[in-house]
């Protein structure tokens, strides 16, 4: 039996190896001077700025035309409105010739031509072997000014997209990225929200042909031009090719800001189909502009990125945790991006892992760097800067970048001699600026039945639906829709504990913190304290900024007290109060003789005199996930729904109640719900309900 | 592991007269341990690739020990008897000691239902001390940081079928240090925190598959279509045989495979290969030469009829299709490759016309052939997904019918220039990096005896007609040969 697995004395024939240098014994000679080759600029006489780099070792010409115009412009109902641009520009064809004519000219001479629309830039590129370079840039030319967007390709487009929005929740590492965004960003403005097929459904041909038209103009083109051609010749060429290109459009308006605030927290997607989680933690990124860029890049670097960071050398080397776990400091170039730290490990240690990265982000906060980490860093980034140059393109796409968002030429070597001197010093005082622990951002994508320990161990978790609405349809009740929505209902009411535990609740009495995300006053907190005396009896006390506010009501009548006075309750408030009623969920769950319809897959709709309450089903649990209804007075258009999503789910007296609201109304998040006390049945009394101030 | 389904590896081939400007840069030589380098001089930037080709992957996996080549390709990545260590002698006595009691674990597991419980657990615990103690001696990812903080960038491994690949690049000025550490690496490998790596090894499978409705299809398609060949196991392993990989069976399996002769080296970038061959006397000349390992004698028996496996998950439909073929090396490989390109390769392929575009059936619908790899005889691959409000039955079908098409009348000449066009540019495309070249270099001279091959291969495309074409498909694409892999809804619904 072998005793040792250190192999190097197993054959002799090694030990007589001569003795070998260690790393930092080797003597490098110096590095060879860079040639960073200076593009020709050149101006066209309709306005198109351009960049031209010779390049003859292969016989290839290659260039990509830049474009401002992005995603970041798509309206908030056609989402996806310039994604497809850019698809169907190229499928589409041009006036002069269809989609399939030019695949088959390009593919017949190895070349190609392609465009895409993305965040923040648009882009028309190509290739082609040097004797063909004419040809491919006229019919790039002919893509860019003329598309033709023929309907059967919008149409493909369309399904392709439909086909993706399908399949968006098949990865578990997809959905962890996707939402990330969506928790930091928002998902009501173009950086966090998601393309719905509602969305898809809605664009037209004209509206793709409205958005070229706004943003292809030979003013907004810059167009970079790379490899084996003769720089003055090409020029000419370019001239004759796309000099007759006069489209004048005003020019591009600024981009969008992502907004400011977000709802830092645990959240948790449901994915039952893994063995591992998948996980992200963090919260706002910043710009390359910043000062303290190259310092946040060191910390991050220390942090997690490449296999000698901590993150990699605790959760991985050390723990075994996971095979994938990195940092990312995002920095955009002119919005903030995302603080992202990233990993999957078995469900089992979903918590333990989450715990350990955060220990590890609060380490870089408390404590300086060691010498040799803040050396490691930065020498990662200095020796391998030489790879920004390895070749001459690189040195064209950034020139080209840079002056397109607005930076200096220089910018890479400010960014050298910054890394440069950063200190110890500057890396924890980044850390404790930048990373914050209040806003740092838990999202885990896995199975939490198989987490070994539950995922609230770190906060109050909010559930988030990865539902794939459906487009708006009608919705009938059908013998067979009445069934199976009572089967539906039935599986809900044993999930919360069982119909007769649901009928048996007399009253509920709830405090909770509700923190606003939007509407008028984002920002502000409410605290709710709720009692509720079945059938029909509420009294709700509020602390608002201005004073504490009390509402009661019987169900027929009511009084409202706020700071000002006492008055009788308004009508509109009634109803608002006796669907609050309604939608309590033991009673909306248990009422006799309330019908439960099913309106889609796992939903059923309950309704009665005091309104209408759509429930969604949460497959794993049987719980309800979601409660969707209208608000009372307001129309029944989509974007007057409210969408309140439960999660936190925890026994109170025999029943399972949720314990963390989040509440969206048209589409755009309203507040976060955090129960803080929650009981049934302690014998509330009707008259101490009525009791005025 | 290494098994790109949607980038599809094209073959390769090009002009003649790039070729000959093109060998001028290269230099080969063969160290007389056997250890042979390829060497590019492209000075254009201070910058240099490094490819290690390690003629040895999972299907040399030693039984019950599938995952051993991946596992392996991990640890290199631990450092040497001075590099990663507090203390080596310490270390090494330490290192012992836990596969001594880990022995005794095994030893007593062995006895099955007459083993002691309480000898059991008490060795389970004295092993994990034993592992915490050699564990106290390392410096973790040292080597890994020497090579980050000199600027090496890209730096990984891969462990595919048929070869073990380590690689990154430097800033030319510093090549000396690859040749130090790499030598030394397999060399001197120590198999520190093996029990550690183990669990992130076990990780990568759940990432990779268990967590992958593509992945879990790809691991059904091969190990129904493969009865024995060593195929059928993907590069990673099975969960069971990880959970169980000892760093004492790593050590066998290191000796017969990492010898000088099973390993080629691809070096491009700004290098004097004078020099390179001195320093690769010097770093690798005291590997000790060995006798290259066996190759896999088992042989796939000829499949007797469509075989079909399913996987049940809550994803949307997904099929793969697997038609038999032969190595890499056959001489039908060429007209295989056309092949796939007339099927798959770019806007104008048969199926993105028929079945994305016009009939809108597909979202996508891809080839590829040699797969899971090209050493043995592999699979043609067809790799479906359907548009929403389509079958994967009528995908399905509408596939077979287009093959059907190839098998019935030859190709026309447009198509058929067409796809041998695109060969050609592709390839000038390749020479641009440094590390495409390092790569591609060392994997054509192992599989054909000569890097040339790279670029002569277009002399076989050239050659592929019409009538080629028709045969391989009427030859290879036939149901006898085919295994069909494909989602199903979860039976009562979703889980």
Redesign the interface.
């Known amino acids: 039996?072998?005793?040792?697995?250190?192999?190097?004395q197993?054959?002799a024939?090694?030990q007589a190896?001569?003795a070998?240098?260690?790393?930092a014994g080797?003597k490098?000679?110096?590095?060879?001077?860079?040639?960073i080759p200076e593009p020709a600029v050149v101006k066209l006489s309709n306005g198109m700025r351009v960049y031209l780099l010779e390049n003859h070792?292969?016989?290839?010409v290659s260039g990509v035309a830049l474009v401002r115009t992005g995603n970041l412009f798509d309206p908030a109902d056609k989402r996806g409105l310039a994604d497809m641009t850019g698809t169907v520009m190229r499928s589409g064809g041009a006036k002069s010739k269809s989609g399939?004519q030019i695949?088959?000219e390009l593919?017949?001479?190895?070349?190609s031509v392609e465009s895409s629309i993305g965040e923040t830039s648009g882009s028309v590129s190509f290739?082609s072997?040097r004797e063909n370079a004419g040809r491919v840039l006229e019919l790039m030319r002919d893509i860019m000014q003329d598309p033709e967007f023929r309907a059967d390709k919008v149409?493909?487009a369309k399904?392709?997209y439909?086909?993706?929005i399908?399949?968006r929740?098949?990865?578990?590492?997809d959905i962890a990225g996707r939402e990330f965004a969506s928790i930091v960003y928002g998902r009501d403005n173009p950086y966090g929200w998601q393309i719905e097929y509602e969305h898809i459904d809605r664009i037209r041909r004209e509206d793709l042909q409205a958005f070229h038209q706004r943003y292809f103009f030979p003013a907004n083109v810059m167009l970079a031009v790379y490899g084996d051609f003769d720089t003055a010749a090409m020029k000419q060429q370019l001239e004759k090719i796309f000099g007759e290109w006069k489209a004048q459009q005003p020019p591009v308006p600024p981009f969008p800001k992502p907004p400011d605030a977000f709802s830092p927290g645990v959240y948790l997607a449901v994915k039952?189909?893994?063995?591992?989680s998948?996980l992200q933690l963090g919260h706002w990124g910043g710009t390359l502009r910043d000062p303290d860029y190259p310092a946040l890049e060191v910390a991050a670097n220390i942090l997690g990125s490449?296999?000698?960071s901590r993150l990699?050398?605790r959760v991985?080397?050390?723990?075994?945790?996971?095979?994938?776990v990195g940092a990312a400091w995002g920095a955009n170039y002119n919005h903030r991006g995302l603080f992202q730290i990233s990993g999957?490990?078995?469900s089992a240690t979903t918590v333990e892992t989450l715990q350990v990265i955060r220990e590890e982000v609060e380490k870089m906060r408390a404590l300086e760097v060691t010498p040799r980490e803040l050396?490691?860093a930065k020498?990662?980034i200095?020796?391998?800067?030489?790879?920004n140059?390895?070749?001459?393109s690189k040195t064209l796409s950034r020139l080209l970048q840079y002056e397109y968002h607005g930076y200096p030429k220089d910018f890479l070597f400010q960014y050298q001699k910054a890394v440069a001197a950063v200190t110890r010093a500057d890396v924890l005082r980044v850390a404790k600026q930048y990373w914050s622990p209040d806003k740092l951002t838990i999202l885990a994508v896995g199975n939490p039945k198989e987490f070994g320990k539950p995922l609230n161990t770190l906060g109050p978790v909010r559930a988030i639906d990865l539902t794939i609405p459906e487009p708006p349809r009608e919705t009938k009740a059908t013998p067979d829709s009445l069934k199976q929505g009572a089967a539906l209902r039935e599986r809900m009411r044993e999930a919360m504990g069982s119909l007769a535990k649901l009928s048996a609740v007399r009253d509920l009495s709830r405090s909770v913190e509700m923190a606003v995300a939007g509407g008028p006053a984002p920002g502000m907190k409410i605290r709710q304290r709720t009692l509720l005396l079945r059938p029909n009896i509420l009294r709700q006390e509020q602390e608002l900024p201005f004073g504490k506010v009390i509402v009661y009501s019987d169900g027929q009548t009511g009084w409202l007290s706020a700071p000002q006075g006492m008055q009788p309750m308004s009508p509109p408030v009634l109803e608002q109060v006796r669907g609050e009623m309604f939608r309590t969920l033991p009673w909306l769950l248990s009422e006799e003789g309330l019908q439960a319809n099913l309106v889609g897959p796992g939903a059923i709709e309950i309704s009665s005199a005091a309104g209408a309450a759509r429930l969604e089903i949460d497959?794993l649990s049987g719980l309800p996930k979601r409660m969707i209804y209208s608000a009372p007075g307001a129309s029944a258009a989509p974007d007057a729904r409210i969408v309140e999503t439960f999660s936190d789910w925890r026994d109170v007296g025999g029943i399972q109640l949720p314990f963390a609201i989040t509440v969206e109304q048209g589409g755009k998040k309203f507040g976060d719900m955090t129960v803080s006390e929650l009981r049934i049945n302690s014998d509330l009394k009707a008259e101490e309900l009525a009791k005025k101030p | 592991m290494r098994i790109p389904l949607l980038v599809l590896a094209l073959p390769l081939a090009v002009a003649a007269q790039s070729l000959s400007d093109f060998e001028k840069k290269v230099t080969g030589f063969t160290l007389p341990n056997g250890m042979h380098f390829i060497v590019v001089q492209r000075p254009?930037?201070?910058?240099v690739s490094m490819h290690t080709y390690v003629n040895v992957g999972s299907v040399d996996d030693p039984k019950g020990q599938t995952g051993m080549a991946h596992m392996f390709e991990h640890m290199a990545?631990k450092g040497?008897?001075?590099?990663g260590t507090r203390n080596g002698a310490a270390?090494?006595a330490a290192?012992?000691e836990?596969?001594?009691i880990y022995?005794q674990l095994e030893q007593e597991r062995r006895k099955g239902r007459a083993a002691s419980q309480a000898r059991l657990a008490d060795l389970e615990k004295t092993l994990r001390a034993a592992i915490e103690k050699a564990?106290s001696f390392v410096e973790?990812?040292?080597f890994?940081?020497?090579i980050?903080?000199?600027?090496?960038?890209g730096?990984n491994a891969s462990t595919g079928m048929d070869a073990t690949e380590y690689y990154y690049?430097l800033?030319?000025?510093?090549i000396?240090?690859w040749f130090?550490?790499e030598?030394?690496r397999f060399?001197?490998?120590?198999?520190r925190?093996?029990?550690?790596?183990?669990?992130?090894?076990?990780?990568?499978r759940?990432?990779r598959i268990?967590?992958?409705?593509?992945g879990k299809l790809v691991e059904a398609l091969i190990s129904v279509a493969f009865s024995a060949h060593p195929y059928r196991n993907m590069p990673g392993g099975w969960a069971s045989d990880i959970e169980n990989l000892r760093?004492?069976d790593?050590?066998p399996f290191?000796?017969n495979y990492y010898t000088p002769g099973n390993i080629t080296i691809g070096i491009a970038g700004?290098v004097d290969p004078a020099r390179i061959k001195a320093l690769a006397a010097r770093?690798f000349g005291?590997l000790?030469p060995g006798p290259l390992p066996d190759p896999v004698v088992t042989v796939e028996p000829p499949q007797e009829g469509e075989r079909r496996v399913t996987i049940e998950?809550?994803?949307?439909p997904l099929m793969l299709i697997g038609y038999k073929t032969p190595a890499e090396t056959h001489p039908d490989s060429p007209a295989i490759d056309v092949l796939s390109l007339i099927l798959s390769g770019?806007?104008?392929s048969l199926m993105y016309?028929e079945m994305?575009?016009d009939k809108?059936i597909a979202?996508a619908a891809q080839t590829q052939p040699d797969f899971p790899d090209g050493k043995y005889p592999g699979l043609f691959l067809v790799f479906l997904?359907p548009?929403?409000g389509h079958s994967l039955e009528e995908n399905e079908k509408a596939a077979y019918a287009i093959i059907e098409r190839l098998q019935k009348e030859p190709v026309d000449a447009?198509t058929l220039?067409?796809v041998k066009?695109?060969i050609?540019?592709?390839l000038?495309?390749r020479?641009?990096s440094?590390s495409g070249l390092a790569a591609q270099l060392p994997a054509y001279h192992v599989a054909y005896g000569d890097w040339r091959k790279l670029f002569t291969a277009i002399e076989d495309i050239d050659k592929v007609t019409a009538e080629d074409v028709q045969r391989v498909a009427k030859t290879y694409l036939t149901k006898n040969r085919r295994t069909v892999a494909h989602t199903v809804a979860p039976e009562g619904?979703?889980?």
Do not use: H, W
């Not at chain 1, 490098?28 to 040639?35: C, E, I, N, S, T």
């Not at chain 2, 800033?171 to 510093?174: E, F, L, T, V």
């Not at chain 2, 268990?210 to 593509?214: D, F, L, M, T």
């Open positions: 039996m072998l005793t040792s697995v250190c192999l190097a197993a054959p024939a090694r190896t001569p070998m240098p260690m790393p080797l490098y000679p110096p590095l060879k001077p860079v040639v070792e292969l016989p290839l399939e695949d088959l593919e017949n001479i190895a070349a290739s072997l149409d493909l399904r392709q439909r086909g993706a399908s399949r929740n098949d990865e578990a590492s039952p189909d893994v063995t591992q998948f490449g296999f000698s990699v050398n991985r080397t050390q723990l075994g945790y996971a095979y994938n999957s490990t078995k050396e490691t020498q990662t200095l020796n391998g800067f030489v790879f140059f390895d070749s001459p497959d | 254009s930037a201070p910058v990545f040497t008897p001075r590099i270390e090494k290192l012992a836990v596969e001594r022995d564990n973790p990812n040292e890994d940081r020497i980050e903080e000199s600027g090496g960038v730096l690049s800033p030319s000025n510093r000396e240090l130090l550490m030598s030394q060399l001197n490998p120590v198999l925190e093996f029990y550690k790596e183990r669990d992130v090894v076990r990780e990568e759940r990432m268990e967590s992958s409705p593509q760093a004492r790593a050590v290191y000796r700004d770093y005291p000790p998950t809550a994803a949307q770019g806007r104008t016309r994305v575009q809108k979202l997904v548009a929403m447009a220039n067409r066009t695109q050609r540019a592709g000038v495309r020479l641009a440094n619904g979703a889980k």
